[in-house]
């Protein structure tokens, strides 16, 4: 059946087709930078992760723990003096008692511990059925102990969520499906320490923790459960932005509210009210005898 006569073919010009089908394949073509395997390398564990397909445009990168493994972990390629980074996780499922899964920044290289800055997410496995616990911490100058846990209001395990560092110079901003769970402010100007002249590799982990992540050490890693799998994709960074006609982030100058933008306070608030487990700034019994660290007076 010829149903195109060569005049009917006129009507439908070749070159439209032709630019309409190239348009198409342009929108399901991932852009190279947005595969996870151009944008990080493993830096731990390559002989036993992997990254697959997902569908057209989408890779994952799957982390696996066993026993004998010892777990695995990546890196971004590049390295990033603020910025936003999202990426989707999706955590080891069933009995995941034991296992800690990991998305934090870090300086890139080995540097000496007293200049140790980290901005850490770290989820804490369970027992089949028991919540996951999202465990931060952020570390300047060699110094952590901030810690802040939140409940997670959803199964982390059945499906990709999307978990958010936001830093730029004046606070750090942990997100969790674009809810802000923590805010750590920059009070330099009163003597707390912010991380604000290292740059910082994005890194990923999947490792053992039995000696304590899971109810205080007490539930064991079930290793007859391995392998263990949390799922990487998405990865997404965003430059940080400053204000109109500031050169760059570092530059904004310190009465500038351009950041506080960044932040919904009403909405950090109602998630920590909800979801907060833990907060270092109300645990008298560990500062009893040296008071709070100044930043938890200083918000
Ligand atoms: C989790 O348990 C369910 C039900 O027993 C099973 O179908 C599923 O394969 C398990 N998932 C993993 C990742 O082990
Ligand atoms: C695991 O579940 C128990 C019981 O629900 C809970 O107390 C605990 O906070 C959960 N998370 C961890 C990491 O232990």
């Known amino acids: 059946m010829a149903l195109l006569s060569p005049s009917s073919s006129r009507h439908h010009p070749l070159p439209l087709v032709a630019a309409l089908m190239l348009l198409m394949a342009m929108a399901a073509r991932p852009s190279v930078a947005s595969l996870l395997y151009d944008q990080v390398e493993i830096t731990w564990g390559g002989d036993h992760s992997f990254f697959y397909m997902e569908r057209e445009g989408a890779d994952v990168l799957a982390l696996c723990l066993e026993e004998t493994n010892g777990g695995s972990g990546f890196a971004s390629k590049d390295t990033y003096l603020y910025g936003r980074f999202d990426i989707d996780i999706m955590l080891v499922a069933n009995n995941s008692a034991g296992t800690v899964a ?32 999202l465990h931060t911490n952020i570390f300047v100058n060699g110094a952590g102990g901030r810690e802040q846990q939140f409940r997670l209001w959803f199964d982390p395990t059945t499906d990709f969520h999307t978990y958010s560092i936001e830093w730029n110079p004046k606070h750090i901003i942990i997100l969790v499906d674009g809810t802000p769970v923590r805010a750590f402010k920059n009070h330099a100007a009163r003597g707390v320490p912010f991380p604000t002249w290292q740059r910082m590799r994005l890194q990923g982990t999947l490792w053992n923790a039995d000696e304590w992540a899971t109810q ?13 799998y949390a799922y990487y994709r998405n990865l997404r960074v965003t430059p940080c932005a400053p204000s109109p006609g500031v050169a760059w982030c570092g530059d904004e100058p310190p009465e500038s509210a351009w950041f506080e933008r960044r932040l919904d306070r009403a909405a950090l608030k109602e998630a920590q009210e909800k979801h907060m487990i833990y907060d270092y700034c109300v645990d008298e019994k560990r500062f009893k005898d040296k008071g709070f660290p100044k930043e938890c007076n200083a918000d």
């Open 216 to 228: 205080g050490g007490r539930v064991k890693t079930d290793w007859t459960q391995a392998p263990f």
């Open 102 to 133: 990991t998305f934090y920044l870090m300086p890139e290289g080995e540097v000496p511990w007293a200049y140790h800055d980290e901005i850490d997410l770290e989820f804490l496995g369970n027992a089949t059925g028991e919540p996951y616990t």
